[in-house]
Nanobody
Framework: QVQLVESGGGLVQAGGSLRLSCAAS????????MAWFRQAPGKERAFVAA????????EYTGSVKGRFTISRDNAKNTVYLQMNSLKPEDTAIYYC??????????????????WGQGTQVTVSS
């Protein structure tokens, strides 16, 4: 079992920045592809970004490309999501997720084995 704990959410004005962190309890953190999903009120949980176990590959949903950056520090068992130029439509609960298949990235939330509890991000206009 892998425990995931997100932090770094909060309230920010449009155009501002936040950095989310997700700390994992996994003994072999590099064995997992890590992803961020988000869920806005009344909407389904949607893929935001992911990074393979080695950090060699990343993918982003189109609406965040060029504004968000996913990264990981395998020595610290932590994955990050740097969010710049935030927009009100980025408001959501952000969830960290882990997939045992370290070499591939899926956008399907059913492909992820472990989830964090989420952290709220609110962007005011």
């Amino acid at each position: 079992q892998v425990q995931l704990v997100e932090s770094g959410g909060g309230l920010v004005q449009a155009g501002g920045s936040l950095r989310l962190s997700c700390a994992a309890s996994a003994r072999t953190f590099s064995s997992y592809t890590m992803a961020w999903f988000r869920q806005a009120p009344g909407k389904e949980r949607a893929f935001v970004a992911a990074i393979t176990g080695s950090g060699g590959s990343t993918e982003y949903t189109g609406s965040v490309k060029g504004r968000f950056t996913i990264s990981r520090d395998n020595a610290k068992n932590t994955v990050y999501l740097q969010m710049n130029s935030l927009k009100p439509e980025d408001t959501a609960i952000y969830y960290c997720a882990a997939d045992r298949r370290a070499y591939i990235i899926t956008w399907n939330r059913a492909g992820y084995d472990f989830w964090g509890q989420g952290t709220q991000v609110t962007v005011s206009s």
